[in-house]
Each structure stands twice: as C-alpha cells, then as structure tokens.
C-alpha cells in the first residue's frame, strides 16, 4: 500500500462540501434521536427497526452505494437472531483500496425522564450542544459516516474510486450478542484495508484523539446466600449472618485503602500518559467537592492502564420495603474493566478466585450470566494511522492526541480476528462532557462539524492513495 501526498487543491472543496451539508446532516441526526430503538426485549423492538429502516434510507440516498440492505445474524448457540443491522457496500475501482465505516444505531435507555433537562427523544439545541438519548453514542457516528460520504461524492464525482462498505449494528448497547456471526455470515462484503470504528471520544471539545488502547471487560452476577429462609434480625441477630452482612464484607476486600484494585492476578499495562489534572477529572467526572479520587499513579494510568472493579447492580430489599429481617441471599452484578494486554477470561478467572478464596463466614456463592471482552492496543506505525492522524490535524486545526480509553469495545477482537490484514482505527465524535449513558446525554455540535471534515478529508485522501 503507498500513500502518496494527495492533491491538496481538493482539500478546500472537501471542507466547503462538509461546511454546506452540516446543516442538513443535524437535521437528519435529530430524526435518528427521535426513534426510541433499544436492543433489549424489554421495549418496543418496532422501533429499532424504524431506525435500521431510517439508516438504510440515509446510506441509499448518498447514491454512492451499489446495494444497501438491513440484516439479522443468528446469536450463536441460540434459536434467536440478532437485531437488524444496516450493510452498505461498494466496490473498489481503479485498484484503490476499501474503508469500512462502523457504529451503531441502537441506544441506552433514557432511564429516569426526571433526570432529562429536555426530553430525551426530543432533540434540543443549547449552548452549542444538541441533546438527546444517542445524539453522541453512536447515532452522531453514524452522521460523521454519512455527511462525509456525501462531501466526498460531491466534490469527486465520478472520480471517487474508493471502495466502502458501511456496517451500522443494531445491539451495539445489548453485548452484540450477533456480531461475531453477522461477520462470518458478511465476510466478503466487510472486508477492507482499514476500518473505522466511530464509537469513542477526543480529548477535549477542540482537540481530536485517536484511541490506542481500550480496556477488555468481565462482567458477571454473584449471589450469596447464608440460609436456607429469612429469619427474625432480633431473635438471631449477633448470632447468624444474614447475607448483606456476608456480601458487604466479601466486595470489601475487592478493593484496596485507596481504591486500587486489590484482586491477585489482574494486571496493569506500564505506559505513559499525557497530563491530565484532579481539577480536570472533577469537572469532566462530576465529583463532589468533598469527594477523593481513588487508586494511586497517574490519573490518566488508573483510567486507562489499570483495573477497575465496580458493583453495578444489586437485588435485595428495597428501603421502602425494609423490615427486621436477616436476608437469606443477595445478588449482586460486578463490572470490572481489564488492563490492555490481559484476557477478559484471565482477570474473570482472577476475581473468581479471589472472591471465593474470601467468602465469609462460609457463605455459599454462585457465579452467573459471564460476559467477557478482550482490550485492544493498536498497532500505530501503519499508512492508515499516519493519513487519520494528519487528517484530525486538518480538520480540527488542532494536533491529536493518542488516547487511551478505559472504556471496552470487546467486538474489535472479533474485527481483528476476521480481518487481521486491515487496520483498524478507532475514532469518535464525543467530548467529555458528552455524558454518554447517562440523563443529558449531548452531541458537542462544533465537534461534530470537525469530525465530519475529518473523516471526509480522510475518505478523500484514501481515494488518492494505490494498493
């Protein structure tokens, strides 16, 4: 593969395409935020079909692919099928190579409405912000897709020879549960030189990052039970051990004094970091005044370079429902992020060990409902990580900056294991104060505006470029 320094009499066209179609490509992400389409079986699946119907329609109407259809794969080792995706394709020409452009259609749910400033299926622009559940994860990435494929097809015409292919998931939010398949199933159609995965963030509102590592993840629930049926917390409190009490003392030991992970057999990854304050981290994290970070090195390192363990959920009894009784079990579901560099089973193993090893009282403990994911380093010497890194360059007007993530995308060890030729590069159109996943999720709009160019700039240079 060469890279030749493209003409960069085209790059003032590309950039004035995407200046003029910002507006259009906003109107048409906020017709994507208004479609409720969530993976899970809880809510209306009919809506995340109008979604693949309306991303399917939005690639169509670019003109530049040869065929575009919405797709389900079968979830292995089960009689489902996954959720509707969208494929795109297009052929190389000329002997150019091809780019494949992914994200995901379906979101979080909103979770409390209460928590919403404004409606979260209702877009709403404020202080250069667009909020609105999936107006940054993912559907902002599926319009970086889009807009820069129309600058791009506008600018070179009939002199577009770049091959694409555009891969929109459906259940990117539910574990993907079938992406491994739908790549099987789709080989030849996705395959590419580089791939871009539009599912991260940059550094800051101005300045584009390129994410190097990812953290793997385990996620598992545990029960712990300590009797066979509910007894009287004053007839044998003091006596027996009732099941918080066991459950409360076990996750303790999960962590260090600190907050550092205290778990024998989880990693860390040794490698640099830029510097990043506590004052930073407050403001981006929302800590409270009084609260402390936790863990030890750099701030940066225990985000991205180390584990972190987290107990997201638990079942038990409600405040509102709470009387004088020792409970018999209690279920919890624990989260742990893994340093790049070990397996999602390595570190699950690790915490399995660890907390059986530490059960007290001998309480009994039943593990559940695996879900594990490898991290990711990216190889960075390659022509495709040089050409995106000077096209963030252009298109920002500000340097990038190599990010670690502490964030997982645990399909990308499924893309490098079906295309272990392609360079895949891992890109985004959040900022920290994007609030993904959480009430008042938002879209930074200049962000986007430089994440378009930038991707077209990209598309444009790829197309100069031979095989």
Not at 13 to 19: I, K, N, P, Q, R
Not at 93 to 102: A, Q, V
Not at 277 to 301: K, V, Y
Not at 350 to 359: D, G, Q, T, V
């Amino acid at each position: 593969m060469t890279s030749p320094v493209p003409p960069r009499e085209s790059d003032a066209a590309v950039l004035e395409a995407v200046a003029t179609g910002i507006p259009s490509a906003l109107s048409d992400l906020g017709h994507l935020v208004r479609i409720p389409g969530m993976a899970w079986p809880a809510f209306d699946q009919t809506q995340l079909e109008r979604s693949a119907e309306a991303v399917a329609a939005l690639a169509s109407g670019t003109g530049v692919f040869d065929e575009v259809r919405v797709l389900r794969a079968a979830i292995p080792g089960t009689d489902e099928q996954g959720q509707p995706a969208v494929l795109a394709t297009r052929a190389a020409r000329n002997g150019k190579p091809t780019i494949l452009l992914y994200a995901h259609h379906d979101v979080q749910p909103p979770g409390d409405d209460a928590l919403w400033e404004t409606p979260p299926f209702e877009p709403t622009v404020r202080d250069g912000r667009l909020y609105g559940r999936g107006a940054a994860d993912d559907k902002a990435g599926i319009m970086s897709h889009i807009a820069s494929i129309r600058a791009v097809s506008e600018v070179l015409g009939d002199d577009l020879d770049l091959g694409i292919a555009m891969f929109i998931e459906g259940e990117e939010e539910y574990g993907s549960r079938s992406f491994a398949q739908f790549l099987s199933d789709n080989k030849d159609a996705l395959r590419a030189d580089a791939i871009v995965v539009a599912d991260s963030g940059n550094w800051d509102s101005v300045t584009p990052g390129l994410t190097v590592s990812l953290r793997g993840n385990a996620r598992f629930t545990m029960r712990v039970r300590t009797l066979d049926h509910a007894s009287h917390s004053g007839m044998f409190g003091g006596a027996v051990p009732d099941a918080m009490m066991a459950t409360v003392t076990l996750l303790s030991t999960l962590w260090n004094a600190d907050g550092s992970v205290a778990v024998e057999g989880m990693t860390e990854r040794d490698a640099p970091t830029p510097d990043y304050t506590e004052a930073t981290l407050r403001d981006e994290a929302g800590l409270l005044p009084g609260t402390t970070p936790i863990g030890d090195g750099s701030i940066l390192s225990r985000i991205w370079n180390k584990p972190s363990v987290t107990v997201i959920g638990i079942d038990a009894t409600s405040v509102a429902a709470a009387s004088n009784t020792l409970l018999p079990e209690v279920t919890v579901v624990i989260s742990a992020r893994v340093a790049p560099g070990q397996s999602g089973q390595d570190a699950y193993e690790a915490l399995e060990r660890h907390l059986s090893a530490h059960a007290p009282f001998g309480a009994e403990l039943t593990f559940s409902d695996v879900d594990l994911g490898d991290g990711f380093l990216v190889d960075t010497s390659g022509w495709a990580v040089s050409l995106t890194r000077d096209a963030m360059r252009d298109g920002y007007g500000v340097p990038p900056v190599d990010l670690g993530v502490g964030g997982s995308i645990p399909f990308i060890a499924d893309l490098v294991r079906e295309f272990p030729a392609a360079q895949i590069l891992v890109t985004g159109v959040e900022d920290p104060h994007s609030r993904a996943h959480s009430p008042n999720e938002s879209l930074h709009l200049d962000t986007f505006r430089h994440a378009v160019a930038t991707e077209a700039l990209l598309l444009a240079r790829m197309n100069a470029a031979e095989l």
